[in-house]
T-cell receptor
């Protein structure tokens, strides 16, 4: 399977804990994006990378959130001191850049208790 | 400020008929538009896109129409099939380097009735 993969698929954590998600993009794609989706809404942009450079961050990405793409391949999204409002589906996508589609992974569903 | 709007939360269509999903946008800088389909517990799947230099793009049963003056796009599915039942999102972007985020609507749930 050469699509975008995300791990874990589900994560349940207690408020105040740190969590880390991983995304592996389609191998030839140099762009990688993170989005967050809550119930009844469309995905909302969080941040994106071209190779290892983080080029844009949404104001949704508070100081508790950090994303990395150390070697321009896979990426991690870490949330520190999780809050119940962080409960959402976290989606990763990759592309060759605009104009062109972004291809999404299956997402990581986070539940903060 | 919702820059991309899908005003119909749901739509039901008979199998074999045409499904028409609508999307409006407010930002005149948007120049690239996409439609995605989403099943529960899965990520969005890319369906079709259109650049602002065109007003129509077709791919099999899917056609996207863009009316720039009205800031409106629509997705036509003909003929509709049971497997088309899903949530459909339109998305828009400004295709400049360094500004590649997609802005999504809130989705329309399409149900195909056998």
């Amino acid at each position: 399977d050469t699509g975008v993969s995300q791990n874990p698929r589900h994560k349940i954590t207690k408020r105040g804990q740190n969590v880390t998600f991983r995304c592996d993009p389609i191998s030839e794609h140099n762009r990688l994006y993170w989005y967050r989706q809550t119930l009844g809404q469309g995905p909302e942009f969080l941040t994106y990378f071209q190779n290892e450079a983080q080029l844009e961050k949404s104001r949704l990405l508070s100081d508790r959130f950090s994303a990395e793409r150390p070697k321009g391949s896979f990426s991690t999204l870490e949330i520190q001191r999780t809050e119940q409002g962080d409960s959402a589906m976290y989606l990763c996508a990759s592309s060759l850049g605009l104009p062109g589609p972004q291809y999404f992974g299956p997402g990581t569903r986070l539940l903060v208790l | 400020d919702q820059q991309v709007k899908q005003n119909s939360p749901s739509l039901s269509v008979q199998e074999g008929r045409i499904s028409i999903l609508n999307c409006d946008y407010t930002n005149s800088m948007f120049d690239y538009f996409l439609w995605y389909k989403k099943y529960p517990a899965e990520g969005p799947t890319f369906l079709i896109s259109i650049s602002s230099i065109k007003d129509k793009n077709e791919d099999g049963r899917f056609t996207v129409f863009l009316n720039k003056s009205a800031k409106h796009l629509s997705l036509h599915i003909v003929p509709s099939q049971p497997g088309d039942s899903a949530v459909y999102f339109c998305a828009a972007s400004i295709s400049n380097f360094g500004n590649e985020k997609l802005t999504f609507g809130t989705g329309t749930r399409l149900t195909i009735i056998p």
